[in-house]
């Protein structure tokens, strides 16, 4: 699997941005995706991620209720609408790809990565 994001910028704070991967492949159903993101100087760190099926969906305490991942099976896209964007939500943006058949948050558990997408949140 390729998956490819896209969606980054420069927003106020307060404002929002959605971030789209595009995964290669006729297996994207099979797997769970994630969101992961990492700031300067700080560890790559779990955002929210959603089930095969996408009825499912877990979000890290920091971006709950603001952020939204969703699948479109149809196009092989899973997306992160990021709402009420504040200034430590700057990051660059990583989507992944996990054969699990659970949620897990780790993210050396996930097979595949994109290449990152960067968010900059100003004040």
């Known amino acids: 699997v390729q998956l490819q994001a896209s969606g980054g910028g420069l927003v106020q704070a307060g404002e929002s941005l959605r971030l789209s991967c595009a995964a290669s492949g006729r297996t994207f159903s099979s797997y769970v995706m994630g969101w992961f993101r990492q700031a300067p100087g700080k560890e790559r760190e779990f955002v929210t991620a959603?089930?095969?099926?996408?009825?499912?969906?877990y979000y890290a305490d920091s971006v709950k209720s603001r952020f939204t991942i969703s699948r479109d099976i149809s196009v092989n896209t899973v997306y992160l609408r990021m709402n009420s964007l504040k200034p430590e939500d700057t990051a660059v943006y990583y989507c992944?790809?996990?054969?699990?058949?659970?949620?897990?948050?780790?993210?050396?558990?996930?097979?595949?990565w994109g290449q990152g997408t960067l968010v900059t949140v100003s004040s």
């Open positions: 959603i089930s095969r099926s996408g009825g499912r969906t």
């Open positions: 992944a790809a996990d054969h699990s058949t659970y949620i897990r948050t780790h993210a050396s558990l996930y097979d595949y």
